[in-house]
């Protein structure tokens, strides 16, 4: 009994797995799950498909269902409300080390400050947002000398961010 095989050579640039239906969806499910880990949302295979079936992309770019949506946009409207607090603690980089949401943590604001800063904390907390849970702490021997920052955060247009932060 022989055994015949035939192979059949295509050039590699063009064929794509990301372009076909199936190779689409399946980085299009990653992405959702991504972005719905991120934030908190529940990011498996299951509910992502009821957000796609009931829900709406266009706000996020990943499917959400209509409570899904709403969350994030209170999400969005606390980091809004977060000016006044930002130039504030702008304008204190000595004693300031870090303010972000926690979006594991249904977006609670944390705020970190050197040690003995309490002043500065109790003024910063008066500036956030109303009714949105607040956290801060002084961060002790996790600063980088040059710029007194925590080490490993990152900053973009939102401030600074600790290491484990998803943005």
Same mark, same amino acid.
């Given at each position: 009994?022989?055994?015949? =095989?035939?192979?059949?050579?295509?050039?590699?640039?063009? *064929?794509? $797995?990301?372009?076909?239906?199936?190779?689409?969806?399946?980085?299009?499910? !990653?992405?959702?799950?991504?972005?719905?880990?991120?934030?908190?949302? %529940?990011?498996?295979? @299951?509910?992502?498909?009821?957000?796609?079936?009931?829900g709406?992309? &266009?706000?996020?770019? =990943?499917?959400?269902?209509a409570?899904? !949506?709403?969350?994030?946009? @209170?999400? *969005?409207?606390?980091?809004?409300?977060?000016? %006044?607090?930002?130039?504030? =603690?702008? $304008?204190?980089?000595? /004693?300031?080390?870090?303010?972000?949401?926690?979006?594991?943590?249904?977006?609670?604001?944390?705020? &970190?400050?050197t %040690?003995?800063?309490?002043?500065?904390?109790?003024?910063?907390?008066?500036?956030?947002?109303?009714?949105?849970?607040?956290?801060?702490?002084?961060? /002790?021997?996790?600063?980088? @000398?040059? @710029?007194?920052?925590?080490?490993?955060?990152?900053?973009?247009?939102?401030?600074?961010?600790?290491?484990?932060? %998803?943005?």
């Open positions: 009994m022989a055994i015949s =095989v035939l192979i059949l050579a295509a050039p590699t640039s063009e *064929v794509r $797995a990301d372009t076909t239906p199936i190779g689409q969806a399946a980085a299009d499910l !990653q992405a959702a799950s991504t972005f719905r880990e991120a934030f908190g949302l %529940p990011h498996d295979a @299951r509910s992502i498909a009821i957000a796609a079936a009931t709406s992309a &266009e706000a996020y770019g =990943v499917p959400l269902t409570a899904d !949506q709403a969350n994030m946009d @209170r999400r *969005v409207a606390i980091q809004d409300a977060l000016g %006044p607090m930002q130039d504030f =603690v702008a $304008a204190n980089s000595d /004693v300031f080390g870090g303010l972000w949401l926690d979006q594991l943590n249904n977006a609670r604001i944390m705020l &970190e400050a %040690p003995n800063a309490m002043p500065f904390v109790a003024k910063a907390e008066s500036l956030a947002p109303s009714k949105q849970p607040l956290s801060s702490s002084p961060s /002790v021997g996790r600063w980088t @000398r040059s @710029r007194r920052r925590p080490t490993g955060s990152h900053r973009d247009s939102r401030g600074w961010h600790p290491p484990a932060c %998803p943005w």
